[in-house]
């Protein structure tokens, strides 16, 4: 990191999931990390593998053998993180629909490259026709089946989480118990600094910050947004969440933002409440979710009355709270 040598701050920075990963630590007990940082990149790394969605990878495995309609094994670890997507895939009522994998491949997101053209309107009715839900996913004795063939699973919206919590449930064990583990602005907060964690949410049409947050002890805050992927068509904006219902990028969002206390849960909500548009309300009520921020994509900014006593707003805007 770039701290002078005698802050109390120590930074360590690496790759993974697409994504740079920051984790900041504070206090005495960062001077000993070292080997639980390794340990925490290693995982990371690991996990990177273990699920991509395009490159050879156990999720792109077990992709294959559910196309075949084979009772395929799946490692308990990510038997584990199935169970948790399926939960929170219907407390969402379906918005949060890791099975959309194939459409994603349709869109051609499938890709290290983004798109240049947008499917034709005939390959997204087709796919909708068959939609694949995670409802249509057993899970059972290690092992995973579906008898819609075109089911394969996307953990794009909910790796980050899970990954995030893991290095903070490593962190803990290890006694540190004052630290950041952000992974491209979505992270989570645990303890406290010498004053309390300040976090800032990225302006989805600016450069710069939106509104800050000081957090308190162990919050996750992620983000959904329509700029993070995205690529332009005829003179229209194409991103990377996709609406189950209409096989199209979720409209007239920009960006959302949840508080909450895991990761994993956050990372699947923000998706979810995206995709929700302006009926995000519901949405946050059936998940459990109190505090949210979202930005509309004519500018427009909304919030709970919980996320309205914690923000701090560092532009000028006009927020409406939203009960
Ligand atoms: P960000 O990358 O902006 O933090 P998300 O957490 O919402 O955004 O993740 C977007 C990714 O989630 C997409 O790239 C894709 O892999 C996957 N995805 C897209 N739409 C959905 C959806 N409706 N439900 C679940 N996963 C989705
Ligand atoms: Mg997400
Ligand atoms: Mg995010």
Redesign the pocket.
Known sequence: GCQPAESPLLERRFIALGTIIDITLYGAEAEQADPVLAAIERDFHRLHHDWH?WEDSRLTALNTALQRGEHAPVPAELMAVLKQARALNRSSNG????A?GGL?ALWG?HSNDLPDSVPDNDTIAAWLAGRPRMTDLALENGQAHSDNPRLQL?L??FA?GVAVDRAIAALRAAGIDNAIVNAGG?LRAIGARDRPWRIGIRHPRAPGVLASIATRNDESIF???DY??YFEFEGKRYH?????RSGYPARDTASLTVIHSEAATA?AA??AL??AGDAWPRTAADMGIERVLRVRADGTVEMTPAMAERIRFETEVEPVVVL
């Open positions: 969605a918005l949060f629909e890791p959309i994603m997101f996307d794009g919206a980050k979505d983000t959904s947004g993070e992927r990377h969440i996709i609406d189950p990372d923000a998706t995206f995709v």
